[in-house]
């Protein structure tokens, strides 16, 4: 950090030395403005998350002062992905920020997910945050390509979002499918101010029995088949209740401790804390 009578340089480094490399090399300059007022800028820095670099552009701007935060071109990328953002936020007066996403590549997301969760796939998007400070409106439009979970074909898919202000939540629409199929539909609330509360309403037609096949993979080798159905998700983010009917068509299913394979078709209810079928 070096001061100047009116400005400062700053530089932030670190590392994990070790693998994946978890690193930074960010490099900024501050300029002090007369009141209280600030603006702020990075130079030409990098970030290394998960052994991808990420490059942070030098042709941006952020102003902030006691009411206002001003946001001109930050640019992260990493070869072809982007994440842009530009705009402002102000407590006196209706703002405007942009967040685009161009090829973000969801893998990058596994760093923080378990062994049971892997995602793949493409996301281009972009997120609008409109009005003042307090009360401002969210709208999000998101498109997926080759999503896959598990290592497990969903498909292409949309996902869209706005603020609802008489709810206080955030009401979410959505679909992933292969060619005309859609596998999954979607629609329904999150609360993020009571609780993380979510309010979700699912419609499924032949999923892969494999999404489940990391859950059960202690006991249960071969698992091969589609399941469709309705299920509800409420409760919270950490703590979910689902509900709902599922049609299993089990090719072939090997439990371990067994040494048997069983193949059936089922409809099994799925209430809070438990499930049954005949």
């Not at 059960?216 to 919270?236: E, H, P, W």
Request: a neutral charge; aromatic letters at 10%; charged letters at 20%.
């Amino acid at each position: 950090l070096s001061v100047q009578h009116d400005s400062s340089a700053l530089t932030l480094e670190w590392a994990n030395h070790s693998h994946p490399e978890n690193s930074g090399n960010i490099k900024a300059r501050i300029l002090f403005g007369s009141g209280p007022s600030l603006q702020f800028s990075f130079l030409p820095s990098e970030i290394v998350v998960t052994d991808s670099l990420w490059k942070v552009s030098s042709s941006n701007q952020i102003r902030i002062d006691s009411a206002n935060l001003s946001i001109h071109q930050i640019e992260f990328s990493n070869h072809n992905q982007q994440i842009t953002i530009n705009g402002a936020f102000s407590r006196l007066r209706n703002d405007s920020m942009y967040i685009q996403l161009k090829r973000f590549n969801l893998a990058t997301l596994n760093r923080w997910t378990n062994d049971n969760f892997r995602l793949k796939g493409i996301v281009n998007g972009s997120t609008v945050i409109a009005g003042k400070l307090h009360s401002a409106l969210i709208i999000n439009n998101t498109t997926f390509s080759g999503l896959k979970i598990n290592n497990n074909e969903i498909g292409d898919g949309h996902l869209e979002s706005s603020w609802e202000s008489n709810k206080d939540a955030l009401e979410l629409n959505g679909s992933f499918g292969k060619g005309t199929v859609q596998h999954v539909l979607f629609s329904g609330f999150y609360y993020p101010n009571k609780s993380n509360a979510v309010d979700l309403n699912f419609s499924m037609n032949n999923l892969n029995l494999e999404l489940f096949k990391p859950l059960v993979k202690d006991y249960c080798r071969d698992l091969s088949g589609v399941f469709s159905g309705k299920v509800a998700l409420k409760g919270t983010i950490l703590k979910p209740e689902l509900s709902g009917l599922l049609t299993i068509d089990a090719k072939k299913i090997t439990i371990d401790y067994l040494g048997t394979s069983y193949s059936f078709n089922q409809d099994i209810r799925i209430e809070p804390g438990s499930f049954s079928f005949n």
